[in-house]
């Protein structure tokens, strides 16, 4: 759509949509136009849900999950008694625990807020990496479960955490990397059947 066709508040919309992921300029766009056709009620309700975000959800004390912080500093997962406290699995997001959370992992999180990446300014001051030594420095953590992404990034990241909470008594574990489930063989890359050779399991 030509900016000309824009009123100001439109295009200050589509902007701002256009910054969350997997919306270009094109789509925000469209999705800003969608908008337009919405009761002004049913607006004003979207408005309000935006605007609770900040006041009513923030990150957990310890883990840095989003919890709702009108019902305390700690997410669902860290105030469970029933999660296993002697296990973090270190995400660099949040979106990186949804699917460990799904397979029916048990114990808890630290989420990282991204990945040590020097040429984007990156470095381990941004991200929660003090908070995690310090939680994998007290007596009932037993193991941290290194689930960065595999890229150059996610694994400096993970190496550099294992150095940095290294202990005796603490393991330091990673995913294991190999064929995903269902997989077509006659497909798969060669990194990863190189890893699934390395890796295999006695029948
Ligand atoms: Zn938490």
Request: proline share 5%.
């Amino acid at each position: 759509m030509s900016r000309e066709l824009q009123p100001e508040a439109l295009r200050r919309l589509a902007e701002s949509l256009s910054r969350l992921p997997g919306l270009g300029r094109r789509s925000a766009e469209r999705a800003a136009l969608a908008l337009l056709d919405w009761k002004p009620d049913e607006l004003k309700q979207l408005a309000e849900r935006l605007a609770s975000l900040s006041e009513d959800v923030g990150n957990c004390r310890l883990c840095f999950l989003p919890t709702d912080l009108r019902k305390g500093e700690l997410c669902p997962v860290c105030a469970d008694p029933r999660r296993d406290r002697s296990l973090i699995c270190v995400v660099e997001s949040v979106s990186m625990a949804v699917p460990i959370e799904k397979s029916g992992y048990r114990g808890c999180y630290h989420v990282l807020g991204g990945k040590l990446s020097p040429l984007d300014g990156v470095g381990p001051g941004q991200l929660h990496l003090e908070s995690l030594r310090q939680r994998s420095a007290e007596a009932e953590c037993r193991e941290v479960l290194l689930a960065t992404s595999t890229d150059i990034e996610g694994q400096a990241t993970a190496a550099y955490i294992a150095e940095l909470c290294a202990r005796p008594g603490l393991t330091l574990s990673r995913l294991a990397q190999g064929i995903p489930i269902g997989a077509d063989l006659s497909h798969t890359d060669s990194a990863s059947m190189a890893m699934a050779i390395a890796r295999r399991n006695q029948f």
